[in-house]
């Protein structure tokens, strides 16, 4: 009995072509007809996966996920736009730096004044 078929393709029925199996995952149906190796065709896939990713929007842990995505895409894109994303960063530190301040400034004098 010899091997029927070509490879991929279903032995039960030799005459049949080969079906587009296409990438595995979450997102198979959108990157059909595309390399899975293909660089360019996993970042469209994690592309996709971000665009539909779903963060609770009042917690803690939604308001850290999206400070890790805000710093991934800024690491992402590189050069002057890592640069402004640090600046960006940088100022909102010096705000809550300056607001605990002055809140501990406020304590103090309410308690001793």
Aim: proline fraction near 7%; hydrophobic fraction near 40%.
């Amino acid at each position: 009995m010899g091997v029927t078929g070509t490879v991929g393709g279903s032995s039960e029925h030799p005459d049949e072509p080969d079906r587009p199996t296409g990438p595995p995952g979450r997102f198979a149906d959108d990157l059909v007809g595309l390399d899975p190796a293909d660089p360019e065709a996993k970042a469209f896939a994690d592309h996709l996966d971000r665009m539909e990713r779903v963060h609770p929007n009042y917690t803690v842990e939604g308001y850290l996920g999206q400070v890790n995505e805000f710093a991934d895409s800024a690491n992402r894109l590189g050069g002057h736009h890592r640069l402004t994303a640090g600046i960006v960063a940088t100022l909102i530190l010096l705000g809550v730096l300056v607001a605990a301040w002055d809140a501990l400034v406020f304590i103090v004098g309410a308690v001793f004044g």
